[in-house]
């Protein structure tokens, strides 16, 4: 499986919308139609090797202070966990 590493800021949330998103039980972004402002993005072909490049990115200071973040995003489908059945499996 495909992993996309994101380094992203952090976008700031007014009180006001915090305050709306709990009352509401909403959502207080919402990263499919507003997404935050990508710093740095790496490719990996398998999990491990995207934590060890997610952890690297994680060293960078402005992470380390809390005005970015780092994401692992799976870019396949993961494998189902129910064995794919014959079509004619009978009644």
């Known amino acids: 499986m495909r992993f996309l590493i994101v380094r992203t800021d952090v976008r700031a ?10 009352a509401d039980g909403g959502r207080l972004r919402d990263e499919t139609v507003a997404p935050e402002p990508r710093r740095q993005v790496v490719h990996a072909d398998d999990r491990e090797a995207a934590l060890l490049l997610a952890r690297a990115l994680a060293a960078v200071g ?9 994401k ?20």
């Open 13 to 22: 949330a007014a009180d006001v919308d915090l305050t709306t998103a709990w």
């Open 62 to 70: 402005a992470v380390r202070a809390g005005r970015q973040r780092v």
């Open 72 to 91: 692992v995003l799976p870019l396949d489908e993961p494998p189902s966990a129910w064995p794919s059945w014959p079509d004619d499996r009978g009644g």
